[in-house]
């Protein structure tokens, strides 16, 4: 078990004790769990005595923890969990109630979940409880409907409907000035909630048209200088108006992240000038404010792209003037991996190709799945020679857009490829990927990866830790095994671009460019609406600090197929 996960069991045993009424040991568990979730290292990898060692945690606790780590079960917790099958995670996503007030609605209503919680405040029974009041009752109902939905969304989501309504803003008569600002600037993979700056001449106006958008649920705030709705797609957004003489400065403040405002506040201090969402002031003169690029200048440092504004350490580099000039958003060239209705794509062969062509590629690579039992609907070996025609016939057909001949193939269990071999030396692109047995130890998901890596005709390594974003946590990788036996083979690891995926993800790109590895930003499009996706996996590697030679598909045709040799 990780640290996490030890910690959360920790600290329900206290809440579970403290409802009990069990003095003292409360205390202990919360502070036992406090120490667990700060430590730099696996508590799986002490000894009991080290554990032991650890302040706050005593003799029995540690009993616990190591029964933990060894079976993965507590039958102490379960016991407690028994007595009191309380939903505690649930009842404390709701905005205003912590432990106490469970302990409080458990013990008076016999409230243990989101339901019983909603019906006895439909009913009008929380307010009855001492300690409670009518306006908390109301607003715990209200919250409720935000604890069950507490999930960030993901990127690839927010960005086009941050754009839309982006568009429509841009298009009223009123709006001088609209920029996304937030986390969606800065590309974060998931999204809390949009945030939208405009500059106006006639705010009212602008506030009665963005609250009555088509894509707007309903209005949780309207005022003149900022409102918030709610979107049909479930998530809020925000409108503020802002000067035009202070556009940059708030764009710069309202795009965050947060430590990086507070780190450039800081900095801005000690050259004596003070920096808020209107300017850059020195005493009160206005010394920039406008336009985000004249706050760096007029403070000195390197401009920070958006995507490179995560945290104090982003500001440190900006302020050494040591920023790389990461890849832009128009220097991919094509795409490596690419799914047709030969496979388990949607979209036909030449739609895909036309729809890569829209996106301005030079080239791609149609990697179908080979036939297999765990990939439905793969080709099987006859048909991929039939495609292999298919593809030269249409690469001499359309003109402006190379196509490259290529497979995505399964790493099975044992780290041999699901293909007879002889096939692969006739295909330009060997895309390969674990699609199925993720449950094996670290050792084994590593060795699989390498033994693909060593093949001789595997170019890429499609999403190589399988995470899932919301759904499946990447795999326990000994990534700087995998890192450096990608750059002694000439394996390129994929940035996959679908929105749930972004794989390799932002901080292990940078890991990855470290050791020296090359990668290459691919959709892994089955229809044609996700080849747009390419725009996400960019972001990712922006955020990874990539710079251009780093990804193999900003090369031209002619050097990207030198780089396809092993
Ligand atoms: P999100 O919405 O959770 O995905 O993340 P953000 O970064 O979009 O955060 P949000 O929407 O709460 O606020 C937008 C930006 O406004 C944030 O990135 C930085 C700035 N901001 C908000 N609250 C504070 C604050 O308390 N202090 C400072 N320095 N900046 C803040
Ligand atoms: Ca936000
Ligand atoms: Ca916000």
């Not at 205003?96 to 609605?105: A, D, E, N, S, W």
């Not at 890569?356 to 990939?375: F, M, R």
Request: glycine share 6%.
């Amino acid at each position: 078990m990780d640290n996490k996960e030890i910690a959360r069991v920790l600290d329900e045993i206290a809440d579970l004790l403290e409802i009990k009424g069990v003095p003292y040991k409360p205390i202990a568990y919360k502070r036992a769990a406090e120490t667990i979730k700060s430590l730099s290292q696996p508590v799986e990898d002490l000894t009991s005595k080290e554990i032991m060692k650890l302040p706050g945690v005593g003799e029995s606790i540690t009993k616990k923890i190591v029964e933990l780590n060894e079976t993965g079960h507590l039958p102490y917790f379960e016991e407690l969990r028994k007595q009191c099958p309380i939903d505690f995670e649930s009842l404390l996503a709701v905005e205003g109630i912590g432990p106490k007030t469970v302990k409080l609605l458990y013990q008076s209503l016999d409230i243990k979940d989101l339901d019983d919680l909603e019906e006895m405040a439909k009913h009008h029974q929380l307010r009855r409880i001492k300690g409670l009041s009518e306006k908390k009752e109301k607003n715990i109902l209200e919250n409720i409907k935000y604890a069950r939905k507490t999930t960030r969304h993901l990127l690839g989501h927010m960005l086009p409907l941050a754009n839309n309504i982006k568009e429509k803003l841009e298009g009223f008569k009123h709006v001088i000035q609209v920029e996304v600002a937030g986390s969606i600037r800065r590309r974060q993979e998931t999204i809390g909630d949009i945030d939208i700056l405009v500059v106006t001449d006639n705010p009212r106006q602008v506030m009665g048209y963005f609250v009555a958008l088509d894509m707007v649920d309903r209005v949780i705030a309207k005022g003149i200088s900022k409102s918030t709705v709610r979107l049909k797609a479930d998530v809020n957004c925000d409108l503020r108006v802002m000067p035009e003489k202070s556009f940059g400065a708030a764009l710069l403040y309202f795009t965050g992240s947060k430590e990086v405002n507070v780190e450039m506040r800081k900095m801005s201090i000690k050259r004596g000038l003070k920096l808020n969402e209107y300017g850059l002031f020195n005493g009160a003169t206005m010394v920039a404010g406008q336009n985000e690029e004249e706050i760096f200048q007029e403070l000195g440092i390197h401009y920070m792209e958006p995507e490179l504004r995560q945290n104090v350490e982003d500001v440190e580099v900006a302020i050494q003037r040591e920023l790389p000039l990461i890849i832009g958003y128009h220097d991919i060239r094509g795409d490596l991996h690419m799914h047709t209705d030969w496979s388990d794509g949607k979209s036909s062969l030449k739609d895909m190709v036309e729809a890569a062509q829209d996106w301005g590629h030079e080239y791609i690579a149609i990697t179908d799945h080979i036939g297999s039992l765990q990939v439905p609907k793969g080709i099987d070996e006859n048909k991929i020679r039939v495609q292999m025609k298919e593809l030269d016939r249409l690469d001499r057909e359309i003109e402006n857009i190379t196509i490259l001949k290529g497979l995505e193939v399964n790493i099975k269990s044992d780290g041999k490829l699901e293909i007879k071999e002889d096939i692969l030396k006739d295909l330009d692109v060997i895309v390969a990927g674990i699609n199925s047995g993720y449950r094996q130890s670290k050792e084994q998901l590593t060795d699989r990866i390498i033994s693909a890596m060593e093949n001789q005709y595997v170019n890429i390594i499609a999403h190589p830790t399988g995470r899932k974003i919301h759904k499946r946590s990447a795999y326990e990788l000994d990534v700087d095994k995998i890192f450096q036996t990608s750059v002694d083979t000439n394996t390129y690891l994929e940035v996959n671009s679908q929105p749930d995926r972004l794989d390799l993800r932002d901080v292990m790109i940078k890991n990855a460019i470290q050791t020296g590895c090359k990668l290459v930003i691919n959709t892994d499009a089955h229809s044609i609406e996700r080849v747009w996706d390419m725009e996400l996996g960019i972001a990712t590697a922006r955020r990874g600090w990539a710079v251009k030679k780093d990804i193999i598909n900003t090369s031209s045709h002619k050097e990207l197929m030198k780089l396809l040799v092993k």
